[in-house]
Nanobody
Framework: QVQLVESGGGLVQAGGSLRLSCTAS????????MGWFRQAPGKEREFVTS????????EYAASVKGRFTISRNNAKNTVYLQMNSLKPDDTAIYYC????????????????WGQGTQVTVSS
């Protein structure tokens, strides 16, 4: 079992930045690829970004590429999401997720999920 706890969400103006963190416990963190997903009101949960177990491979949704950066520190059991140039459309609950194996972009491929952290971008 892997427990995931997100933090760092909040209210920010358009054009601003936030950094989300997700800390894992319960199993060896470096055995898991990690992903960030988000869900806006009335919409389905969508893929944002993912990172491989060693941090060498990343994937990004087209909507965030060039603005968001995923990274991880396996010594701290933590994955980060640096979000720059935020837009009102980025408003959502952000979830981190873990899966054994390679990076993936489908939420159905992730077994473990955090509770989420709210990000609100005002115009």
């Amino acid at each position: 079992q892997v427990q995931l706890v997100e933090s760092g969400g909040g209210l920010v103006q358009a054009g601003g930045s936030l950094r989300l963190s997700c800390t894992a416990s319960g199993r060896t963190f470096s055995n898991y690829a990690m992903g960030w997903f988000r869900q806006a009101p009335g919409k389905e949960r969508e893929f944002v970004t993912s990172i491989s177990r060693g941090g060498t491979t990343t994937e990004y949704a087209a909507s965030v590429k060039g603005r968001f950066t995923i990274s991880r520190n396996n010594a701290k059991n933590t994955v980060y999401l640096q979000m720059n140039s935020l837009k009102p459309d980025d408003t959502a609950i952000y979830y981190c997720a873990a899966r054994s194996g390679l990076v993936a972009t489908s939420r159905n491929e992730y077994r473990y999920w955090g509770q989420g952290t709210q990000v609100t971008v005002s115009s």
